[in-house]
């Protein structure tokens, strides 16, 4: 289901599936006029799917996984849930992790880009959430 703010969909365990997902969630920032927010809310939203489909799901495409992405007035939810165990994600934030290590880049992304995230407690769903800082208008 989508509205004029918010996303709401069961997307199969796929990755193909994850680039839908991706320019649905485009169009919502730039028809509210926050095209700004395209490319770290893109590399949010592909880190979390990807790690849904791969990790989550083991990449068998029969099984789905919730997305959620809502634009509020001052914040940009993003919230993915799949099927799986989940993981230690207390464990996993305790690490240090580097670029080119094979695991861990997904913390390193949320770290830099949201300004909050939130695992459930089994680790297989995450809430994501983005500030949205307001422009100052002009005063002329």
Known sequence: MSSGKSLNLN??????????FCMEAEKLLRNNS???????VQLLLREA?????VHGCRKQSKLMIKCYFNILENEI???????????????????????????GRGLLIFNKYA????????????????????KEKDHE
């Open 49 to 53: 799917l990807t790690n849904a489909v």
């Open 115 to 134: 300004s909050e995230y939130i695992y459930n407690k089994a680790g297989n769903g995450v809430l994501i959430k983005m500030i949205i800082v307001q």
């Open 34 to 40: 926050l095209g700004e927010y395209v490319f770290p």
């Open 77 to 103: 939810r993003m919230e993915i849930k799949d099927p799986g165990d989940g993981f230690d994600w207390k464990f996993a934030q305790s690490k240090d992790y580097t670029l080119s290590a094979d695991s």
């Open 11 to 20: 997307i199969k365990a796929d990755l193909k599936e994850i680039d839908n």
